[in-house]
């Protein structure tokens, strides 16, 4: 009997603070267990399952409609061999080539006209800022009427006041792409100006002080403070607006089906395309990939080039 | 940076117009009746007998009320939900000490490195096996949190001074309620911003939902839209389609316009 | 902590799989001493505008009656179905074992269907008295794939040139007999051009059915042979390609033909000769008021011919109750319910006896006339695919990148590669 109340005694005070424990341990992570493993198990189903499950289809000649079958590396070897992949490639390289510096320098100089603080300065950075928040298919339905590629067409109108020829526009291969790139610029701008005024915002004043007091005026102001400050902002909106410029699709989608002759086919369509038209999912996984790999490559040489911090203090 | 004079409303004049100009151009070409109007925009409104019989064209002829609900479905659910899980996960990344913390979250913010297209073929499949296709679940439940917004959060909590919540935990607060009373007060614009940007990101998203939905009941009003552009061939239909899709847009922009930049501005951006 | 949340993954891994491998699958009644029983689904689509929804119910719901008269024991469901992504749905359906036992197809769709397998050949369930010699040659062209009866035709449509009336007669056309050949045509085409018009409609970004297929066909071409040899780079289809190049470098089309998709508003404006439009073309134009138009035949060089569509019932090859659904099919394309549908819908009845419906009406009563010549597309399970393929080289050409002959040899290349990856 002695021995079984102290043996209950032992266990009772472990059973004690174990209980305790689990409590404190509760307390402390209760929010962890409640928000964040269930956030957990989603990130599981529905990002890194679908990332390893794409990776599978690229090996695999995936139909619609049958079994699905290995053919190891087919989908892979038919990308190198497929001139028209090459070519979505091609182009939507050339489509950040006409969007992206665009879209920045506009950015900025939007930014610093809207940060010299006058009155209605307010009004104008909601101007600016609206197609940001419109969607691709109000302002492609736009785009379209403003580009005909007819004489009666809205932009060809007004080329003929400054006595230039009717331009094809989205008939043109030539043009087609450039025209989508300015409505992406026409698009995302204001997004960029934002960042470029936030970046304004704080770069301190002493620069300017101390550079006045060098005798620069506005113009040396700018390139000499400004602009070189701003390089982390440059650095953020560059590689952003990269990433965006590789994933274009929706205005290829509305205005061009991807013509003329292939020239709006861009990456993301062509995949589109490939998958959900032509039916072959496995090899549209592998369009997939080689975004990725574009987009990582990008961004690591940005990050190398460009992406050395700047520190105000 | 100050300048002199009046000189800057001449280009800030000019690129406004510019900006605006399509905006006014949707809005006339909706309220005159022609199948292909050419000249002027501004002039129509001036010169043509002024009518709203494409706005009745539109939703009689088409399933345009139903698009929006759709859209307002797909769209406030992630936004409420988003702004939620970026605030609790917000301040658990910043504050909370725990297991693998820092690599759970850098794997997250890894992961949106990839392409979104990356993910849809696989979804796709994995959808149209659980019988998603053409219901709301593939638009709403794989975008109930977003770590970006995660990210916002975190970034902003973190410069929060720890005497913050140590004077909390002093009075005897527990997670709970320096979660609710302390943090989530002052993370409100951070959190306002995270609901803009997802409202503006779901209610303009074309491809997600042009590939898992499949009938027109079921589209969002993106996808409706880009039918009409591409069958209708009727100019002022066409503004009309765009000009009511464009009023949600415009009327969340109008409120909450502020909190991109101050969100923006409070991150950071390192 | 990862460990564990790696097990976890594993899980759910094996969860989504399972899930993903139970479909159901519902057993439905088969025959039994020649007696059907149990459910046939159809999935049909909107073929007239929303108001008249009810009239549409009423006329597939007689179908469902009359097949009852005779098999009682079988229950007919009509579904109907958004014709946006028509295709990738029905394939999702059908791969999932949800599909309907009875559908609607195109011609190219159903060969690309049928190539997939999901399509059961009917010519076996449905007899001989289903009126064989009531129907054209290239409608039953249209619903035949190798050799087999895939479906019966339920509508046909036929594209051919309209022409303006006014413009027609101002460059001195006479508008009771339109151009018929590729030379007459183009004689009337360029005194329209000279007059300040162009000659026609030519849609660059819309499908090559409405572009340059019929030219091919016009020439004395084909796109692919029956075994699906390449026909493409030939002589005859050159010619096509050189006639739009001609048109294009001329005026004839108008400039942006390259990648537009609609030019009918620049017809109904007056600045446009001719369109090549189909019956619904017809109620297009009464709907804005167009009334001054004459209807030509399609044109030949060669021989005459033209694109248009038809449209058959199908069965799945997962139906439960393959025999009854082709009876049911049967019995949906008989001459009545043919009659039926297509006064409803305005499009042509696929059967000559049909034709009685469009007495009064002489613009349809014309197309009818045409049905002989009018082709159902390429047949081909590629014919989807290379669709954007062949618009390209067109584009190329158009804008001239490349000749003629060189665009239709590398469209032959692109649609024999397509051909390769099957």
Redesign the interface.
Known sequence: MEARSIQSGKQAIPEISRKDRLKRHW??????YI??VP??I??AI??????A??LY?TFMK?PVIGTPEFIALDNWKAFFSDELAWKAVWNTVLFSLYYIVPTMALGL??A???????K??GF???????????????????????FRGTE?G?IN?VLSVFGAEPQLFLSNSSQALIVLAGLSI?KVC?STM??Y??????IPHEF?EAAKIDGAN?WHMFWRV?FPLLL??HF?VAVITT?GS??I??SA??LTQGGPNHSTTTL?YY??RE??TNLR?GY??VL??I??FI??AI?IIQRKYFGKEVSYK | ???KG?V??I??LI??FL??S??L??IS?SIVSM??P??N?FGWVLNESLTLSNFTYILT?SEFLRWIFNSVVITFIPVFSQMF?AA??G??FAK?Q???RE??FWL?MA?I??????????????F????W??TYYPLI??E??GILGVFFVRQYMMTLPADLEEAARMDGA???TI?FKVMLPLAKPVIATVGTFAF?AN??D??TP??F?????MYPV?VG???L??KE?N?GV??AG?VI??IP??L??LFF?RY??KG??LTG?? | ??IKKGGFLLLLLLL?MS??AC?DEEGEGAAEDGEFGGELTVWVHPYV??DLKADQEKVFADMAASFNEQYPGVEVNFEE??W???E??LL?AL??N?GPDVFYLIPDMMAQFAETGVLEPITDYIGDDWGQDDYADTTLEAVTYQGDLYGLPILREVTTQIYNKNILEEVGGDPENPPTTWEEFNALAEKAVDAGYYGRSFEGANTPNATIYPLIWQAGGDILSEDGEVLINSEKFVKAFELVNEWYKNGVIPPDSINT??H???F??GNIFSVFGTGLTFSSMED?GFTDYVVGPPLMEEEQATFGTTGMFVVASNSDNKEAASLLVKEMTNEEHTKAFNTLTKYIPPRASGASIFEGNADMMQLTEYLDVTKPGVMHPVARNIIPLVQAEMQAMMEGTKTPQEAADAAAAAIQSEIDRM
């Open positions: 307390q402390k992570y209760a929010l962890i928000f964040l956030i957990l989603h990130f529905f990002q890194l399952f679908p990332i499950f794409s289809i995936w100089i939007l610093l006209l809207i940060n010299t603080e006058k209605g300065t104008f950075k909601a101007v600016f800022f609206l197609p940001v928040v419109t969607s691709f298919v109000i302002i492609s339905g736009i785009w379209a009427w403003l009666e809205m109108r026409f204001g934002i960042y005024y936030a970046g304004l915002k704080s300017y506005g400004t982390p902002i953020y990433i590789f994933q699709f929706d989608y509305l993301v995949l589109y998958g959900f999912l549209a996984s997939a990939y975004l990725f987009i990582f961004s | 940076m100050h300048v009046n800057v409303y280009p800030l690129l406004g900006f605006l399509p905006f151009i949707m070409g199948i292909m050419v000249g925009p002829n899980f609790v996960l301040y658990i909370k725990f297991p693998f690599g759970i997250m992961v490195m990839l392409p979104s297209q990356l993910l849809i073929i696989p979804r796709y499949i994995m149209s096996e659980l019988g296709i053409n439940v794989p109930i949190w527990g997670d709970f979660f503006i209610w303009n074309l491809l042009l590939i939905t499949t009938s027109q009941e993106t839209l880009a039918s552009l591409t061939g100019f066409e503004m765009s899709s464009f847009t415009f969340i922009f316009q991109f930049v923006i501005a951006m390192k | 902590m990862l989504v899930l993903a479909s505008a929303s179905i958004p946006a992504n028509r990738q749905k999702t791969a999932a949800q998709l609609s009918f508003e620049a109904l404006e804005r």
